[in-house]
């Protein structure tokens, strides 16, 4: 039955909106609202409750130069609701017995290392999994610098924790890309084969994927957007493999596929009668093991809270001109998904915005009203320059963790010079230039020559140290 009404998912889609429970009322013109707000593209959303696809839409574009609309079989980059995925992989990989939840990652990996190293020795594939590393994002060497996956993995002992090994909730995309390396490790695959062979493929999610560059064959797939000054503005596509990255967020997905994914969390494990995840497995993924804040906490690859007094589990994504949002509420038997080809707050607004819809709560302004913490600007000594020339700060400097930059005197000043991306470097004072990423700080040593760089790559450590490297 399940597998008929799969089936019909495309051929229901155009007018399941409009036909479906009273609930669904106006929801089309809901979410033509929040792409017109929002300067959004495209949207695809989608529902299930027991067992029923309840509504599978798209709305907007997947392509405005082409005008091509967002189907239920468009496929957009799903960002960080990876992470459930990658969890779900794990789990396999323990189903058969060739790794344990809780025995340290050393005993799998003798070669692992953590800069500190009371983590190196205890860390856990679950501590992995549910940010208590110690450590902080460090995420600009995913966006920067070109490594293969092993690579990124041995440099993880070069970069600084800021607290404690399970201290607090981190959030960390580098623990789980160690997590999803373990896991091919172990089982002598990868960890793109494993979600492929252990959930795409039993479930039958024939238009899943965890490349880009596979998107891109597809007949239907939506090409990323971000927001300019007159509207959605064209983006490349974010390549994770370049980076050595991809468990932590690389799976490509449709609202038709999601809703599968989805029905088998809902379903403990199983999908058409058959198991795909055991239920001892699916016990350990839904144990909340790390506190958020006052009403969320983590389990592998899932944020756990409360809605309208019922369980809600839930994970956003974000990449570069995609955003997605899944939840899921156990206690109707239901599951969510909104994604879209934009960098707007869109996903997470219409996922929660049908969530709320499903429980009978009354619509709630999902606009984030956080504001971020504004720390006084520091002010520059007036008067002062370099002590040097800048042609005499521009070389070659290393660090062990980012590999070599250049940096290059032009005439807007300094640039530094990564694989993948440039900061630009301008004279603040003394030997102090400003980047985006903050104060960058050179330094001299007794002979007057420059020989240190100090990159404020992670606002969570103190700057990263680069050696000036010999001519």
Partial sequence: MIIKLWALLVFAAAGMAAAGPDWLKDFDAAAERGLKSSQTAGLGVGVIQDGKVVLA?????????????VTPRTIFATGSVTKSFT?????????????????????????????????????????????????????????????????????????????????????????????????????????????????????????????????????????????????????????????????????????????????MWLENGASAGRTVIS????????????????????????????????????HGGAITGFRAHAILLPQIRAGIIAMINGD???????????????????????????????????KAQPGTKPSKPLAEYAGKYSHPAYGPVEVEQDAEGLLVRFDAMNVRLRHFHYDTFSSSMGMARFVLNERGTVREMHLPLEPAVRPFLFLRQAE
């Fill in 57 to 69: 839409k798209g709305y907007g574009y997947r392509d405005i130069k082409a005008g091509t609309p």
């Fill in 87 to 263: 969890a779900a992989a794990v789990a396999s990989v323990i189903d058969q017995g060739k790794l344990e939840w809780d025995k340290p990652v050393r005993e799998y990996l003798s070669s692992f290392r953590l800069h500190d190293p009371v983590a190196t020795e205890q860390i856990t594939v679950r501590d992995m999994l549910t940010h208590r590393s110690g450590l902080p994002r460090h995420d600009f060497i995913r966006f920067s610098t070109y490594l293969t996956r092993e690579e990124l993995v041995r440099r993880l002992r070069f970069l600084e924790p800021n607290r404690p090994f399970r201290d607090i909730y981190q959030y960390n995309n580098l623990m789980f890309v160690t997590a999803g390396y373990l896991a091919g490790e172990v089982s002598g695959s990868t960890w793109e084969d494993l979600v492929r062979d252990r959930i795409f493929t039993p479930l039958g999610m024939t238009r899943s994927n965890t490349s880009v560059l596979d998107s891109q064959k597809s007949d239907d797939f939506a090409l990323p957007y971000t927001q300019g000054a007159s509207g959605p503005e064209r983006q490349e596509f974010y390549v994770y493999s370049k980076f050595g990255v991809g468990p932590n967020g690389a799976v490509n997905s449709s609202v038709e596929d999601m809703l599968k994914y989805l029905q």
């Fill in 279 to 314: 239920k001892q497995q699916m016990a350990e993924l839904k144990k909340p093991v790390t506190v958020v804040n006052a009403t969320t906490s983590y389990a592998p690859g899932w944020n756990f809270s409360q809605r309208g007094g019922r369980l809600m589990v839930s």
């Fill in 344 to 378: 707007s707050g869109l996903a997470g607004d219409m996922a929660q915005e049908l969530a709320d819809r499903l429980l009978g709560l009354p619509s709630s302004d999902s606009q984030d009203q956080q504001r971020a913490s504004r720390r006084e600007p520091p």
